[in-house]
């Protein structure tokens, strides 16, 4: 009981102090300049999403080479290519206790380690057990990758530039997805896994010569290590004094609430608000056709009776626009906008393609249903760009407390891979029930996670961490 009063008391002071420091009475305002330190370290961790995407586009270029060469069934190849959401899953439950205990940048040295593990074993396969196996070891690292990549491009960013450094993330990952398939279809496979191995390289170096998170230094007590770090990030010229006594303060206001209490912790009142919105952005993410559309574009494209060499360039174009336009975007506009204009665009999209594959069963518009499904995946794949593919891991990276992100990462990255593995498996089987049916599902839950991001989702623009994270956090 003591600790509790003690641990609210210091929080409301904390947050009183915040309402100072907004009516005026401290100097600090958060914002900084753009330094190249921290360009640079948003570059090297942002190439992880790079190393996702690779791994996200390469089963579909390499199928035909790696079935005619070591003679893999369809079964075989196709438990090669789900293999990797088990991986992601076993990632999903160490990337929490990982990056919490040797912090995000040993997080990123250890999912380096199995990507490099994984693409090499592929590279060099002689069947079909090493080929799982180099698989799962990327798919381990991906998986670990998808939660310390934005936790880390949110912690070192000041809130002026916090969007658009995550958002180079989103555009890594679709740059990936595009890269690979435009090299896969003039290399070899062994070569393209091979080639898999150049960004691991360029980030486990680059690791090197980038600080740790200030806030994970904080959390861990390095005050020393603390200063330096963000001295790096802001320039050597820039007085860091408020922003540290900022992010000490905080710490210490959550000093009774160490993340060494497990995950039993996240299930107070408290960070029910928090944990709300992670698990709402990833169920829509997930559920609203996401994985479906990454994963069988191509088939979309042809059931519909559209070329898919045309719609997968027109649509990588599309992707490649919005992804950069989204760097401009969410910190002029906010979070919340743009995924209120995704998950409508989703919704849109998804809807559009039901109807085409509904004109299509029914023998109606034979000319206008392939166009129809190829706007409806072209509108879906362009919102995905701009908001739902990245936007709720950076949100989540935002609104969860640092004393419990370890925790609280894990179920919410478990709970992305679970969704993943789900949508992929189920779509074929939904589509063989009702073709036109699965979109119209997929259109369904974006339409109702507009009014989840609509009425339960904060907007983060502008906003300091502890600023977010205090006020989300139910007294």
């Known amino acids: 009981m003591q600790e509790d009063t003690e641990m609210k008391t210091s929080s409301l002071l904390w947050k009183e102090k915040q309402k100072e420091d907004d009516n005026g009475e401290c100097s600090g305002d958060g914002t900084s300049s753009v330094t190249f330190m921290l360009i640079f370290s948003t570059f090297i961790c942002a190439v992880g999403s790079f190393l996702s995407g690779n791994a996200m586009g390469f089963s579909s270029p390499a199928e035909s080479g790696i079935l005619d060469e070591l003679g893999l069934s369809l079964t075989e190849y196709s438990l090669f290519g789900s293999i990797s959401t088990v991986g992601s899953l076993l990632g999903a439950v160490l990337c929490g206790k990982i990056t919490d205990v040797i912090g995000r940048r040993g997080g990123l040295w250890v999912s380096d380690a199995f990507c490099i593990v994984g693409w090499l074993a592929i590279a060099f ?14 798919g381990i690292g991906t998986g670990i990758l998808s939660y310390v990549t934005p936790t880390y491009i949110a912690e070192i960013t000041p809130q002026n530039l916090r969007g658009a450094c995550a958002a180079l993330s989103m555009l890594m990952t679709g740059f990936g997805i595009s890269l690979v398939f435009i090299i896969g279809s003039i290399c070899h496979w062994r070569i393209l896994a091979l080639l898999g191995v150049i960004p691991c390289l360029l980030q486990l170096l680059g690791i090197f010569l980038i600080p740790e ?14 200063e330096f770090a963000l001295q790096l990030l802001r320039g050597k010229n820039v007085d860091i004094s408020y922003e540290v006594a900022e992010i000490t303060d905080y710490m210490q206001s959550l000093q009774y609430q160490k993340a060494e209490a497990g995950i039993m912790e996240l299930f107070q009142r408290k960070y029910s608000y928090a944990i709300l919105v992670g698990v709402g952005l990833v169920a829509l993410q997930q559920f609203g056709g996401l994985s479906a559309y990454t994963s069988y574009m191509s088939f979309i494209l042809e059931s519909a009776g559209f070329s898919s060499a045309i719609g997968s360039a027109i649509t990588s174009i599309a992707q490649l626009v919005m992804n950069i336009s989204s760097i401009f975007l969410i910190d002029r506009y906010g979070r919340r906008p743009l995924l209120l204009v995704s998950s409508s665009g989703m919704c849109l999209g998804s809807l559009t393609t039901g109807v085409s594959f509904l004109l299509k069963s029914s023998h109606m518009g034979k000319e206008t249903s392939p166009v129809l499904a190829l706007i409806g995946v072209v509108v879906c794949v362009s919102s995905i760009s701009i908001g739902l593919g990245g936007i709720p891991w950076i949100i989540i990276a935002e609104v969860i407390p640092v004393n419990v992100k ?35 599902i997929y259109s369904a839950i974006c339409g109702l996670g507009i009014i989840f991001v609509a009425k339960l989702v904060p907007e983060t623009k502008g906003r300091k961490l502890e600023e977010i994270q205090a006020s989300i956090i139910i007294d």
Request: no cysteine; hydrophobic share 50%; glycine share 10%.
């Open 406 to 440: 370890g925790s609280a990462g894990s179920i919410l990255n478990l709970l992305n891979s679970s969704s993943n593995w789900i949508v992929v498996y189920t779509f074929n089987f939904l589509f063989v029930w009702s073709s036109a049916g699965v979109f119209f």
């Open 125 to 138: 396969s002689k069947g079909v057990w090493s080929l799982d196996v180099g698989r799962l070891s990327v």
């Open 213 to 226: 998170s200030p806030r994970w230094l904080a959390n861990a007590g390095q005050e020393k290590e603390l």
